[in-house]
Every structure is written in structure tokens, then in C-alpha cells.
């Protein structure tokens, strides 16, 4: 039973576009929602968050949006670039049970 | 800090082999986590630890499978007997709290053949 849902296994983007990486959960009771970068051979490193009191938090190039409506997240990367090009994960802590769980991941790929 | 850390970083063992998998956190973090990562489910949380008491080992596959956490800068993971099933890259991590950024090792990537 997947709490955390990404749709897409991949995504491919010209360099200078922007990438949106999507990510549904089915709780409307999670309030913190991470993303993390994942290149190939490292362990996954965080990259952003969101509190649900906030529909929008931007870090540089990197912006999350939080539509708590549809139960539905998304990053933003503008512009793309090179490297970029890892897997995300998006994940969220589950309270009561005190765990962070992970969806599968989208693999961006950034071509030049 | 250097991070956490897990060794070894790769395994290869034959089936029915015991594998033994090691962590060190991140020091005065309170939970521990085992991931295993999987084309099909992604990041796939198997056990995590509370001040090193068990928490939650229902994502554990099988009884092959068993975790502990003698004090708080140690833990292991171990598949026993191992099957060519169980490969695949087993992460471990570690927070402050459960609802914080999570930090992870580098990965043990494991063949079973």
C-alpha cells in the first residue's frame, strides 16, 4: 500500500527548460513533505521541503508546490541542467508510526 | 562529522550464505532506518530503530531477515540464509527525530548468486 505515489518512472528535459517532477500522497493528515536527489552509487541526499501550512517553498533553482487539495506535490527545476540529471524521491514522515517513507522515484534525465 | 557509514560497500555471496550489512549513524541522531532500494517499489523502508529499540519491522520481507542496534552508534542488518532475490542496494539512515531530514550512507549493493 503505497502512501507516497510517483507516477512517472522517468523524465527527460532539454537543458535550460524546466523539469517538473510529480508526486501524490493519500493522507491528507501529512503535514511535512522532503525531496531528495539520489546519484547513482551515493545514498539519496535531501534537497527541499514543505511545511503543509505553505503551498511553495523555493531554494534557488529548486522550488516545491503543495496543492493539499489534490493531495499532490510537485518539484520545480529551473533552468535545467546536466546536473541535474539523478533520481528524486519524494517522501514524507508518518506520524503516529514515526517513520519516512519514500515513493519509487523518478529518474530526470537533462539532455544538452 | 563523516556522515553515516556503511560497509561494505559492495557484497557478493553465494545462496544460502549468511550476509552481514553494518551502519554507523550520524552520532546524537535517535532513529536509525534501513532502506533497501527496488525498480519496483523504490526506497523501501525494512526496519527502523528509536533509540535503538525497534520500532516498526513490518517491511522486513521475510524472517531471512533480521536487524539489530546493540547501542547507539552501531547496527546491523543480516540475511540469513541469503537467495539471488535479496540483491539489491540496502541504505541506511539516520535523523534526529523521525520526522526530520534523514541522512544516508552510501549504500552496500549486495549479489546474491
Known amino acids: 500500500d503505497q502512501q507516497v505515489k510517483q507516477n512517472s518512472p522517468s523524465l527527460s528535459v532539454q537543458e535550460g527548460r524546466i523539469s517538473i517532477l510529480n508526486c501524490d500522497y493519500t493522507n491528507s493528515m501529512f503535514d511535512y513533505f522532503l525531496w531528495y536527489k539520489k546519484y547513482p552509487a551515493e545514498g539519496p541526499t535531501f534537497l527541499i521541503s514543505?511545511?503543509?501550512?505553505?503551498d511553495k517553498n523555493e531554494d534557488g533553482r529548486f522550488t516545491v508546490f503543495l496543492n493539499k487539495s489534490a493531495k499532490h506535490l510537485s518539484l520545480h527545476i529551473v533552468p535545467s541542467q546536466p546536473g541535474d540529471s539523478a533520481v528524486y524521491f519524494c517522501a514524507v514522515p508518518i506520524q503516529g508510526a514515526q517513520k519516512l517513507v519514500f515513493g519509487q522515484g523518478t529518474r530526470l534525465t537533462i539532455n544538452p | 562529522d563523516a556522515g553515516v557509514i556503511q560497509s561494505p560497500r559492495h557484497e557478493v555471496t553465494e545462496m544460502g550464505q549468511e550476509v552481514t550489512l553494518r551502519c554507523k549513524p550520524i552520532s546524537g541522531h535517535n532513529s536509525l532506518f534501513w532502506y533497501r532500494q527496488t525498480m519496483m517499489r523504490g526506497l523501501e523502508l525494512l526496519i527502523y530503530?528509536?533509540?535503538?529499540?525497534?520500532?516498526?519491522d513490518s517491511g522486513m520481507p521475510e524472517d531471512r531477515f533480521s536487524a539489530k542496534m546493540p547501542n547507539a552508534s552501531f547496527s546491523t542488518l543480516k540475511i540469513q540464509p541469503s537467495e539471488p532475490r535479496d540483491s539489491a542496494v540496502y541504505f541506511c539512515a539516520s535523523n534526529l527525530r523521525w520526522n526530520t531530514e534523514a541522512f544516508f550512507g552510501q549504500g552496500t549493493r549486495l549479489t546474491v548468486v
Open positions: 530503530f528509536n533509540n535503538n529499540v525497534p520500532i516498526d
Open positions: 514543505i511545511s503543509s501550512i505553505k
